[in-house]
């Protein structure tokens, strides 16, 4: 293989498996560091300039960090990332974050730019844009910002104050808001001369069960993310006492939890699909069933039942689900048929996008299943005026894809109005690589591996949780709870950093290898090596890090894979041919300057950066 | 600094027959100075137990004092061990191998615990043909009282300062194959791949299987001008066989052929394959071996691999005759067989 170049910002960006899986690439093993330290709005500003939204993030997230998680490898569950972050965003002080908003230029560039939607997308760019002095206006047809992160995401997950909190960060630069405004026809918007104009409308159209009984049985039934959006805002105040949810994704599990919390007394789930590959997450899926709520796994609707004009039950026909060799599912008919009794019936069977606002002939190309053509880099449209963005762009994902989607629409813009092409022009990562060495075998960090197991994010008691969709029925860590789980980290940031012209080979390295991942020897192509490799080298999506060659003809290579970033090759090494180097890779943003570098410690005193 | 070694490991590090991984086969983590070729040594160890499929509580570990002496503590944790006085290991081992022949016994000494202090229980042990493994960490000064020349320095090697040693050196590979050993190996600690399977032979040997290790000293041995360090090592050492230990009833996979091969039955079943440079050279021949020695010495060259073996050797036990069941297992009838046979012994004598 040849030698590996450790000067590509994405090599080393790839060893920090969460901040590589997140769409935002938000520094995860820096903020979890601080929070150790607890400098909790340290951490909180960290979060910020890469999510925009660490409290909303904290407690809603996907979470497709903590999967990825190198704990997750060699421990039995990874590092809860998401909730740490949420320690982050209560703990934080908030007069601090204030003062470390970003500076809003009073004298303006003179360029407009109109944001379609309210939501995170919308937003981001919005952040992004502001600092860079450009107006912006920002429409929406709810009386509030925050778009599907206020309409669908219920405040027993995510308190309004929160979500207002966030929000208002980038509404208070300035932004000029067109709330209680429903967009209606794109060509209005162009002909306002904005310079730009940004869609993110997300994916506002519910999907229909159309099985018999349908139309007879309308008023009560419910369509999952409408529904959801008429209980935020309080056009909607009650339910039924018995509630049937259509659904296996996080939009039933908010629906179900949520008719529970305004008179469902028999609220349960059913879903198509087994209850172990069912969509929604498997936290959320926990905390439903802690609320008393039953999932019903394969339960394919059949029909509604309807007397005397209302909805009495629903009928479900029982399957089964086997899977191929290929990983295909193919669901099939038991026969059985089970009758659920309901008062109401809510669809929580999808989203989708819908456009009917968008004329035909504004230059916006439409493609496959009516959606716009959209560049998967540069977020610009066929229209080089209209960038998309969040779930709007190529359809529902969820927060933190759409705050990496306004990230990189905010870049485009800002090199599409300063007459730069927005392929060839975007700026590159920002990356730092330091040593962390502060005397012999002393780091910079804790290397030292804790053994401690994940730690539970307190639940309030169920009774308590349930009398008001008000109260957050998830209290989270405390902070000496916080303080375990940031120690199980195991700071995939600090590199292993190989010099091969100081390296002897006496093999000191290999030897203390807790997990072995180290091996000298002859160099070959990627398969032969990873056979001859001292432990088993299974896992091909992580590279291996291979040197120039040695003195004695061989090379160094180290698997990635399940190292433990325990400082140990370093302290055992007697020319510090190894050292720990802490690598910070920060996604640049709108402006073309590398993003900065948040906080850095100086004599003690905490500043920031320029 | 860390005082502790992470406890997890890889999840599909491999188990041996009995269920178990390397890691029930570590010891403390190490306090010798970093790249002490010592600890590389401690590692093939752990290799070696772990792949003769031997239970860590089935082993004693001997040593003396000094660096090499100390290692003892960073493997097998779970073995039996006994850090004894300077020189004094062979002694204390035949104790104990007395009292126990049923455990396999792993002595660690250095070049000053062996060839100075320990010189003359060296000697003795090697005639008593002593079932064990001892193993010379052997970098040629005195670290743990900063680096003086030891006896095995070579003449001419020079110190850190670059003073050059004055005195002729101990070979104890020589020496050992003088005094009648039935198992002589020279390696080096920074070639796991021809240490490993040493050793598996070693232990497998039933009788006194001394393995001679080049183990640098990083601190004060390891500078240009020394004959001890990695590079000079590495620069002169010769390989006289590949080895290749080849437990019973397992075929032979050595795939680093060079010249003729040779295979040589342990006396329990196992076997050692070789590979040797040159086909005049074999290894159960001892003058053969004395000579091959010496010519490389005299070409400047460090001579390692199996050097010496005998595979059928009386070793103490037999030599004395001595019961199969270990000492401490005799119960009292058998050890004190009462007043009527000793005096039917004395009346033998009449």
Redesign the interface.
Known sequence: MKATDISNPEYFHKVVDCQYACPAHTPVPEYIRLIGQRRYSDAYMVNWESNVFPGVLGRTCDRPCEPACRRG???EEPVAICRLKRVAADNKDDDDVNARMPLIPTQKNGKKVALIGAGPASLTVARDLMPLGYEVDLYDENPKGGGFMRSQIPSFRLPETVLDQEVDYVLDMGVTRHFNTRVESMKSILDKGYDAVFVGTGAPKAKDLRIPGRDEADANIHLGINWLENVAFEHLESIGEKVVIVGGGNTAMDCCRTAKRIGGKDVSVTVRSTYETMKASPWEKDDTLAEGIPILANHSPAEFIVEDGKLVAMTFNIVESSYDENGRRTIKDTGEIVTVECTDAIMAIGQDNAFPWIERDVGIEFGEWDMPVVDKVSFQSSNEKVFFGGDAAFGPENIITAVAHGHQAAISIDLFLNDSSVKDARPAPGTNLVSSKMG???WAYD???V?DDRQASAHLPVEQALTSRKIESEIGFDLEAAFIEAERCLNCDVQTVFFEKKC?????C???C????ITFTNNDEEGDLRSKLN??S?NKDQDLYVSTDL??GRVMVKDED?C?H???CA?????SAWDMQQFLYTVTKAGNEPAPILVEQVGGKREQAA | MSFYKPSFRHPEAPSNELGLTAKAYEGGISTLCAGCGHDSISASIIQAVWGLNIEPHRVAKMSGIGCSSKSPNYFLGKAHGFNSVHGRMPSVTTGANVANRDLMYIGVSGDGDTASIGMGQFSHVIRRNLNMMYVVENNGCYGLTKGQDSATADEGSKNKKGRANPFEAIDLVALALDLGATFVARSFSGDKEQLVPLMKAAMSHKGFALIDIVSPCVTFNNHAGSTKSYDHTREHIQAASVVDFVPMAQEITLDQIKGSTQKVDLHNGDSVQLSKLSDNYDPTDRHNAIRTLLDHKAQDKLMTGLIYVEPESDNFHEMLNLPKTPLNELKEDVLCPGASTLSSINDSFR
């Open positions: 490898r060699v421990d012999i075998h002393q290397s030292a591996v053994d002897i080979e006496c093999d000191g290999t030897d203390i807790p997990t072995n991942c432990a088993p299974t003195p004695t399940m433990l325990c400082g140990l302290e055992r090494c007697p020319t």
